[in-house]
């Protein structure tokens, strides 16, 4: 399996629900990012890991806590999500501190809090 | 504060004819550019970028032009196709914090017609 691969697709979570988002990518990178798509707005970064530490978190509130175990793993925990956070949550990776890199992304998670 | 802006949300162009899609940017820091292209319920994909120490960047249809001193770039497509019909962002990249982060603007719906 190649590129990264966002599961699941699709996720609907009531507001007292904790659920997670995974993402995998199998490009040796060393960087992995969060994204959030809402309509008609840029992509929002939300954190930034490089060699499995986080380097950026950019005012997201706590009640979403990213984990990155490895290099190639990211998740990101989500826990009394409030409706607004509904959105295309994207994960992408790089060759982290290495200038002239693009950002590779995986399909997305449609998320819907109910 | 939007770093990256696309001011057209979206454009229609006879197939054939050249696309050209527009964006600025507020922060001199940016060393990199690059263009994505999105379909719906997928993530971007890579299509084009630039560097700044460089004016212009060809790739078969695709070329990237950059204005560094009016903060400005744009990503011409000749000829048009239908299959071009996609939202496209601009992205600028910048690592003083030692990871490279990727700034969006909020896209270019593109139309071809046919």
């Known amino acids: 399996e190649t590129g990264v691969t966002q599961t699941p697709r699709h996720l609907v979570m009531g507001m007292t629900n904790k659920k997670s988002l995974k993402c995998e990518q199998h490009l040796g990178h060393n960087a992995m990012y969060w994204y959030k798509q809402s309509a008609k707005k840029p992509l929002e970064l939300m954190f930034v890991y490089n060699f499995k530490e986080q380097t950026e978190n950019n005012s997201v509130p706590s009640r979403f806590s990213p984990e990155c175990p490895n290099s190639s793993h990211l998740f990101l925990h989500l826990h009394t999500l409030q409706p607004e956070d509904s959105a295309l949550y994207l994960c992408?990776?790089?060759?982290?501190?290495?200038?002239?890199?693009?950002?590779?992304f995986g399909q997305g998670t449609r998320l819907t809090v109910v | 504060d939007q770093q990256v802006k696309q001011n057209s949300p979206s454009l229609s162009v006879q197939e054939g004819r050249i696309s050209i899609l527009n964006c600025d940017y507020t922060?001199?820091?940016?060393?990199?550019f690059l263009w994505y292209k999105k379909y719906p319920a997928e993530g971007p994909t890579f299509l084009i970028s630039i560097s700044s120490i460089k004016d212009k960047n060809e790739d078969g249809r695709f070329t990237v032009f950059l204005n560094k001193s009016a903060k400005h770039l744009s990503l011409h497509i000749v000829p048009s196709q239908p299959g071009d019909s996609a939202v496209y962002f601009c992205?600028?990249?910048?690592?003083?914090?030692?990871?490279?982060?990727?700034?969006f603007g909020t896209g270019t719906r593109l139309k071809v017609l046919a």
């Open positions: 922060n001199s820091m940016f060393d990199y």
């Open positions: 992408a990776s790089s060759q982290g501190g290495h200038w002239n890199t693009e950002a590779f």
């Open positions: 992205a600028a990249s910048e690592g003083t914090s030692g990871t490279y982060k990727y700034i």
